[in-house]
């Protein structure tokens, strides 16, 4: 069983920042693909970001050259590093791993950013 705990969103104005971060039990972070996906009221859930276990990053059109998706595999976490905020980027963000005996999700973390 993977638990993933999602820290770091709140309230932030446009053009801030904010970084997220993602713990993940055992040794999550290094054996698989990570994710970061978003979902905005009324609206499905999307991927932002994801990393695969080789180091391979993956991002939204919405949000390439603004956000940054990272791992401390020491510290078995997953970064998501939001610059240049926008409110269409307002949403609840969750953490994903994508392992060999399933797919998990942290509970998400608030994102809301005010114009």
């Known amino acids: 069983q993977v638990q993933l705990v999602e820290s770091g969103g709140g309230l932030v104005q446009a053009g801030g920042s904010l970084r997220l971060s993602c713990a993940a039990s055992?040794?999550?972070?290094?054996?698989?693909?990570m994710g970061w996906y978003r979902q905005a009221p009324g609206k499905q859930r999307e991927l932002v970001a994801d990393?695969?276990?080789?180091?391979?990053?993956n991002y939204a059109d919405s949000v390439k050259d603004r956000f940054t998706i990272s791992r401390d595999s020491a510290k078995n976490t997953v970064y998501l590093q939001m610059n240049s905020l926008k409110p269409e980027d307002t949403a609840v963000y969750y953490c994903?791993?994508?392992?060999?005996?399933?797919?998990?999700w942290g509970p998400g973390t608030q994102v809301t950013v005010s114009s």
């Open positions: 055992g040794n999550t972070v290094s054996s698989n693909d």
């Open positions: 994903n791993a994508v392992t060999y005996f399933g797919e998990y």
């Open positions: 990393i695969s276990r080789l180091g391979t990053t």
